[in-house]
């Protein structure tokens, strides 16, 4: 790869308007949803509060586990082709970096290195040349601290920087301190950890970085087993689907039910999704709703079901351009990485 070619121009995480696209795709069958819903039970008592960070989160499409892990509820997914950041999920390995650095945005630099020319670039400058890969994160370490034993850095293979991103902007709004802000690497198509957020290096090598995230983390480790450099890194996506409507968190009135979902790959196009609703015994295939926004986006499918009272296992499973499906069961490894099981995520539903 040329230098030249290194220096894309890359303005925000979408092209377009995300305006005019957030209200496409499944709104309409959200409100179908919403409308063959039985009443929903009493809501638990005593969830967890956002943290201070991610406090301007929609507490109600979120599940707050700990500081540094907000999963989006499945009734939130899907039900327009951009999610908005309020809904969006938050995973960090370390705590976020003082609100501070988000104050001068433009002031944010990275350095590039392992090019002809090494340089340090603001975000300003960014903005008008755009760029594309071992990215290290800026969280501050605690003292005393070996750097390479909890630093953010990871590796990807340089054909990835043909799609990669150095974002500063998410949804057409500054990108937030809680989704890495002021500047974070995007590599579509990979595993949420490739993606390191507060970018402060930016270094084409030729060998993996040794920060212990790379050579032991995120690996695909044999149950029982240690994790060695020698085991699969976490990289690409694999073919994933899961049903968002029904949810499974409420009865369903019996007659026609939508059920909505989404599907999504590492890359290679979404050709089908098959939707079952008795756990997997049978399939019929689904329709793809809204537009398609090319191979790292998302695929929304719907199907209407004639449901009867009574008990109901619904499932998806998505094929690739690849020839590449959903498994029954995922591949088990020590920490449950790459998991793509149709069965796992089935939603159980009482029809009424």
Known sequence: MTEAAQFLRRRQLLAGSAGAIAAAGLAGFAREAAAQAAPAPAAPAGPRPLPPYAAWKDANAVIVHSAQTIETRRSAYGTSVVTPADQLYVRNNLPPPDAAIVANRDAWSVSVEGVRNPRVLTVADLKSIGIET????????????????????????????????????????????????????????????????????VAFTSAESQAKIQTTGYRMTALGATSTTSDPSIQELNVKSFVTSPAGDRSVRAGTVYVTGVAFSGGSPIRRVEVSSDGGKTWLEAAFVGPDLGRFAWRQFAIPLSMTPGNYVLASRAFDA???????????????????????????????
């Open 322 to 352: 690849a020839g590449q499906t959903q498994p029954e069961r995922g591949v088990d490894n020590l920490h449950g990485y790459s998991h793509n099981s149709w069965a796992d995520p089935a939603v159980r539903v009482a029809v009424v």
């Open 134 to 201: 071992v990215a290290t994160g800026g969280e501050k370490l605690p003292d005393g601290v070996d750097p390479l034993s909890i630093m953010v850095e990871r590796s990807v293979s340089i054909t990835a920087m043909t799609d990669a991103l150095l974002a500063w902007e998410m949804n057409g709004a500054p990108l937030s301190l809680t989704h890495g802000g002021p500047l974070r690497l995007v590599v579509p198509g990979y595993n949420g950890v490739n993606n390191v957020k507060y970018v402060k290096r």
